[in-house]
């Protein structure tokens, strides 16, 4: 008798156990592209982006890519949490021109910098910025990664609404590692 039971308890497990993982794997497959990576390249850069991402216009000059979240607008009908790379040419120095952009920056009200420092991109020096801003009402946060590259410098900007920030940081690190400049 024990023996059957025991055999009934293994069988009610492997059927739950195989009804989650064929579950999971409906899921994973059921077209759902915001959990699908789609890669993108523009301007010489290439990078991995969530499925339900798209290419945006940026309002900087120096922006060279630009990517966003078409399910997240603002009160303006933009799309506000989104990725941003940059490109400055004939430049100084990675370090002066990320100290004098950040100096720029802390002595503007609308601006709050909330980390400065050294970072790593792809196993070569870097520097991070965080930090938040107010425009028309609108608060949001950004991370600014400042990556050197021959003479050139490139800025990876992601931003989002300071209340979004936290839930998509692990989407804008997983976008920061794709890049390849």
Known sequence: MKK?????????????????????L????????????????????SLSMPGDWVSADSQSNESILAIADPNS???????????????????RS???????NYNTLARNSDFNILFEGNASFNGEPAMEADYTSESGGDKKQHKAIWIQKD???????????ESKFEGELSTFDFIINSVKL
């Open 26 to 45: 409906m899921k994973s497959t059921d077209g759902n592209n915001s959990q699908q990576s789609v890669e993108y390249s523009k301007n010489g850069i």
């Open 94 to 100: 990675l370090e002066s021109e990320f100290n004098s």
């Open 4 to 24: 059957i039971i025991g055999i009934g308890l293994i069988l009610v497990i492997l059927i739950v156990g195989g009804s989650f993982l064929i579950n999971n």
């Open 151 to 161: 003479s050139d410098i490139y800025v990876i900007l992601c931003s989002a609404p």
């Open 73 to 91: 607008k603002d009160s303006s009908g933009f799309n506000d949490i989104n990725v941003n790379i940059e490109k400055k040419s004939d430049v």
